[in-house]
């Protein structure tokens, strides 16, 4: 109630005219406020429904709507906005405008002290051609508005929003729903530098949220605030890209946040502070048939700060924890870690005066692993691997990294019995899956430029500690595992910076053995330049390696090597090695016989340079101390060295395998051997194929062979020395050239006082005797010029004595006693001159084969020509083996005498040899003469001076035939008188016919017995026996008298024979 003071101050100054203007106005408000009451919501319905309908060609519905025409204000109940006969665009439950007059007329523009929107709905939907629904709401631009359009909102209010988003142009139609959405809003508006605050909160129904606060101006536009999207659904963008992407993303959230200042003036500039991304429990996998699956527990990259127009980027930490690559089971895990951390990342565009810039703090990376099959050890296994100070540049394609420290960890590399790689398969196989499912998203994909110039990659320092490389290799059987221990490595720039970078490191090997290195490094172009020490390398684990060459059993060794190693990367790669190489300690056994094949106390290469471009190998010095190597023929005539060294077959004999082997010098690659010395060797050499088998051994081979090289015109010089068993002695020496032997050839090859004994098995095989004793010297000479082969072959045997006989097969079938005895001279030596000559073109010609048919063609001549042949050694004489005697007669003729004489000299130059006299008679010949001689015998008995010849002769005749007998030899010897003595008688005696016919008729009445012809061969034999024995002092025990023979006299001479044999 108004004062009383104030009361009447208004009834004195309410006149009647005034009262009349208030009431009129107080009617005009009452119409105003009816009209906008009642009239007011229908009309605005009415004109809004048409402006809709003939404007937007849409249907506007209103629930309800409330005019307070005093406030200016009005709610609409249940609005919405729809396609002709289609669904909704937008809507809501409630809207309520309450607009300002006043302040609209001092603004000159719209100005709305508040706007609240309770349940809104808006149906966004962007067709298949791509046409957003939504752009119907906004009307035909017929005009552009002119002037400035002054604004104002005081709060505006949204609760409960729902905001549905189709995209029907994608392949796959994505579809979310923003519900409820809530925000908050104040004073907004157009005027310069005038901002407001606001507040969203934003939800999808599935515990997805959008948070953002902050302030907001429009002149010009300028917004600073806090942006959080928190549990977003990985799922919800990937629905969104599927199409694009080559993966499926089954799970995981993310929340993004961080604080942004927005400004669009003349240019716009935008800012991140504090900006963090974090994605947990994330799963995805390939869009294959074969899928591979990705497992992360979080990623946290936080620290984020973007600046635009600057373009430049920045985190402080990007920390990834528990990610995984799976099958699609998510249980088998073939690569993951721990914990993969990137600190402090910045990012910088190029400028005019500086190029673009990539750095990092350092790459963390923790427990990290890739696996082979779940049954095999890790491929890899990393506790810790760092990289500090990362720096990279796309303008410029270059990258650096100042250090990269790796402590501890595991690798795991093995072959494959097919040859192939563990981590090659596996990268491949990765690889492969990877490049399968990102096929159909990379198609349209433009391809890369293969001319673009390569990245150049630089490193500052390497730290490798205690590293560990399991190896295996299952292509040698039995399988070669081994490990390369506390491996540990430093590359890192010296301190003069113009320097490479300096090198070393270590690592020790499980089987045996450690290597040591230290030099220098270069990375553009790649260099290394190392000192080397490689000591005690047990080889024996290594020897499964050889088994596809050799079959030997490693017993032992160890390989030492210390050099200089240079490798220089360029267009033409070079690398380079000087040093020493020493094997120590080598034992190796055949695999078949379970011996020692070859061994050697060390092995040593002194001088070595090699290089590989051009190619080139020199040595100084190879020193061999104490080598030994076993040579058998085994009794398959295969030779085990053939055998062990698995080079085909090594059948005995095979010139073929030896013309393949010999044809294969390929003399293009240079190398050059200056010395390679021999220290205190040995050999042995059996035949197995012998009975019974032969064995002999070289021991103490001493020497040197200079001068080995590939050049076309080089002489090697060879001078070998060595004991054969225990009183032997063997030399090599000469000259030849290594890599043509056929055209140039010197080499002279001695044996003295060797022991025949030992060759008793190729006695007994071939000659079919054994040896008592004897020793052996050679005198071998070699001469090859211009493929011509003139070869000497010297031997001398002392005191060869044959035993006992044995049976073989193989033996010749010579008379060998007596061919060695004919040959072996007064000093007990048999000498042998066996020279070679041919052509090395002709393909019959032989070496081997030629000796030895040039010694059984001497042995056969000897053995059946043996006169022949001892003919020589005195000077001729012929026809020595004849004796000639007179048929009845031993008595020595002057011819057999002087035969007989050179027998004796040849017998004496020969002791070795004996002779055999077999006397001869010739039944008839011999008997007649016999017969004859007793004859005449009794003839000189009864006329012993001849002058009563006719008279004895016919008494002896009348005694042994009778008178009448007598009367009928003297008629037979009746014969015409000569011509004087015819007057006298008619017939008369023929005087000689008469005698002659007495003394024949008397002589074949002599008898003679066997036992005469006997002993006239007996008396022939021991005439010769007696002139070698006691003229010529021969031993009798040389000399034998044979059972007598019978022969055939010629010319009345009959021809014994004497036969040398081995005394």
Not at 73 to 100: C, F, H, M, W
Not at 212 to 241: C, D, F, N
Not at 855 to 872: D, E
Request: aromatic share 6%; glycine share 6%; net charge negative.
């Amino acid at each position: 109630m108004l004062p009383t003071t104030v009361r009447d101050t208004l009834a004195r100054s309410l006149t009647p005219k005034r009262k009349r203007y208030g009431l009129v106005l107080s009617c005009l408000l009452l119409v105003y406020t009816l009209l906008g009451l009642l009239a007011a919501p229908g009309f605005i319905a009415s004109l809004a429904k048409d402006y809709v309908r003939d404007t937007l060609k849409l249907e506007l519905s209103i629930g309800k709507l409330e005019v307070n025409p005093l406030m200016l204000a009005i709610r609409i109940d249940n609005l919405k906005v729809a396609e002709p006969g289609g669904e909704t665009l937008v809507g809501a439950r409630s809207i309520y405008v309450n607009a300002q007059l006043w302040h609209s007329i001092w603004l000159r523009g719209a100005s709305l002290d508040e706007l609240d929107l309770l349940e809104p709905y808006i149906n966004a939907r962007l067709s298949k051609d791509g046409t957003l629904n939504l752009l119907q709401l906004a009307p035909p631009d017929d005009e552009e508005p002119s002037g400035e359009t002054r604004w104002r909102i005081g709060t505006l209010s949204v609760h409960h929003a729902k905001i549905e988003v189709h995209d029907d142009s994608r392949p796959t139609p994505f579809s979310t729903v923003f519900s409820p959405l809530n925000l908050s809003l104040s004073e907004l508006s157009s005027r310069p530098n005038k901002q407001g605050n606001y507040n969203l909160h934003a939800e999808t129904g599935e515990g997805e949220a959008l948070d953002w606060e902050g302030s907001l101006a429009m002149q010009p536009v300028r917004s600073t605030g806090v942006l959080t999207i928190s549990g977003l659904k990985a799922t919800t963008p990937w629905h969104y890209l599927q199409d694009e992407l080559p993966i499926i993303v089954d799970d995981g959230r993310i929340t993004i946040k961080g604080n942004y200042e927005l400004l669009a003036g003349d240019t716009v500039t935008f800012t991140l502070r504090k900006g963090q991304i974090i994605v947990e429990d994330l799963v995805l996998h390939q869009k294959t048939d074969n899928p591979l699956t990705v497992v992360m527990s979080r990623m946290d990259m936080n620290g984020i700060a973007l600046d635009w127009p600057a373009q430049t980027a920045s985190f402080a930490l990007l920390d990834i924890q528990n990610a995984a690559v799976t099958e699609a089971d998510r249980k088998t895990v073939l690569t993951g870690f721990a914990g993969l951390q990137f600190k402090q990342g910045q990012y910088s565009p190029a400028s005019a005066n500086m190029p673009d810039n990539i750095s990092l703090a350092s790459i963390e990376l923790n427990t990290f692993t890739m696996n082979d099959d779940i049954s095999l050890p890790s491929l890899i296994s990393l506790p810790s691997l760092s990289l500090h100070r990362l720096s990279a540049s796309t303008t410029e394609q270059k990258a650096h990294i100042d250090q990269i420290a790796l402590t501890g960890g595991d690798l795991s590399v093995r072959r494959e019995a097919n040859g192939t790689l563990n981590w090659v398969t596996r990268l491949d196989t990765l690889t492969n899956r990877l490049a399968k499912a990102a096929i159909t998203s990379n198609k349209d994909t433009a391809p890369t430029n293969a001319n673009s110039p390569a990245w150049i990659t630089t490193l500052g320092e390497l730290d490798l500690n205690d590293l560990r490389v399991d190896l295996e290799d299952r292509v040698p059987v039995p399988t070669v595992k081994s490990s390369l221990e506390s491996i540990s490595m430093r590359i890192f720039p010296p301190q003069d910076a113009q320097s490479p970078h300096v090198l070393e490191g270590k690592l020790a090997i499980s089987t045996g053995g450690s290597l040591a290195f230290k030099g220098s490094f270069n990375e553009q172009p790649l260099s290394v330049t190392a000192e080397m020490n490689l000591q005690e390398l047990s080889l024996p684990p290594l020897a499964p390696y050889a088994t596809e060459y050799a079959r030997f059993a490693l017993e032992s060794g160890v390989l030492d090597t210390r050099g200089k190693f240079t490798f220089k990367q360029g267009k033409q790669t070079q690398a380079n090695f000087s040093g020493q190489v020493a094997v120590r300690k080598f034992a190796a056994n055949d695999l078949d016989q379970d011996e020692r094949f070859l061994a050697w106390q060390a092995l040593s290469i002194e001088g070595l340079e090699w290089q590989m471009e051009p190619g080139k190998l020199v040595i100084r010095d190879i020193i061999a101390e104490q080598p030994f190597s076993r040579v058998i023929i085994d009794a398959d005539r295969t030779i085990n060295l053939m055998r062990v060294l698995d080079a085909g077959s090594a059948e005995l004999y095979v010139d073929e395998t030896v013309k393949k082997t010999a044809a294969a010098n390929d003399p293009t690659y240079p190398v050059r051997i200056d010395r390679i010395r021999m220290r205190n060797g040995a050999m042995l050499f059996g035949d197995l194929t012998l009975r019974p088998q032969f064995a002999t051994g070289i021991q103490s081979l001493n020497g040197d062979i200079t001068g080995l090289s590939t050049a076309p015109n080089a002489r090697a010089k060879v001078s070998l020395h060595g004991r054969v068993d225990q009183y032997g002695q063997a030399d090599i020496t000469g000259s030849l050239s290594p890599m043509a032997g056929d055209q140039f050839t010197d080499i002279a090859v001695k044996f003295q006082n060797l022991e025949l004994t030992t060759l008793t098995p190729y006695s007994a095989k071939f000659a079919g005797y054994r040896i008592d004793k004897g020793k052996m010297s050679m005198d071998l000479g070699y001469k090859i010029n211009q493929r011509q082969l003139n070869a000497t072959n010297k031997v001398v045997l002392n005191q060869l004595t044959l035993g006992e006989k044995v049976e073989s097969a193989d033996a010749i079938k010579l008379p060998i006693k007596l061919a060695l005895a004919i040959m072996k001279d007064k000093n007990g030596n048999i000498d042998l001159d066996l020279p070679v000559t041919g052509s090395l073109d002709d393909p019959q010609f032989k070496v081997g084969p030629l000796i030895w048919k040039a010694l059984i063609n001497v042995l056969t001549k000897v053995a059946t020509s043996p006169f022949n042949f001892i003919s020589g050694l005195v000077g001729g004489g012929e026809n020595m083996d004849s004796l000639p005697f007179r048929t009845g007669s031993s008595a020595l003729e002057p011819e057999t005498q002087t035969r007989l004489d050179t027998l004796a000299k040849a017998l004496i130059e020969r002791p070795a040899i004996g002779i055999e006299i077999r006397g001869s008679f010739d039944p008839n010949a011999d008997a007649l003469a016999i017969r004859r001689s007793k004859f005449e015998a009794n003839l000189r008995k009864q006329n012993p001076d001849g002058a009563k010849t006719r008279s004895v002769l016919e008494s002896m005749f009348k005694q042994k035939l009778g008178a009448e007998a007598l009367a009928q030899q003297r008629a037979l010897s009746l014969r015409p008188a000569e011509e004087q003595a015819r007057n006298k008688d008619e017939l008369q005696v023929a005087e000689a016919l008469y005698l002659k016919s007495l003394e024949d008729e008397l002589t074949a009445r002599e008898v003679v017995l066997d036992g005469d012809l006997r002993q006239i061969a007996l008396d022939r034999a021991s005439q010769v026996r007696n002139t070698l024995v006691e003229t010529h002092k021969i031993d009798e025990g040389r000399v034998f008298i044979m059972e007598p023979e019978t022969t055939q006299a010629q010319d009345n001479k009959i021809i014994m024979k004497v036969t040398l044999t081995a005394s």
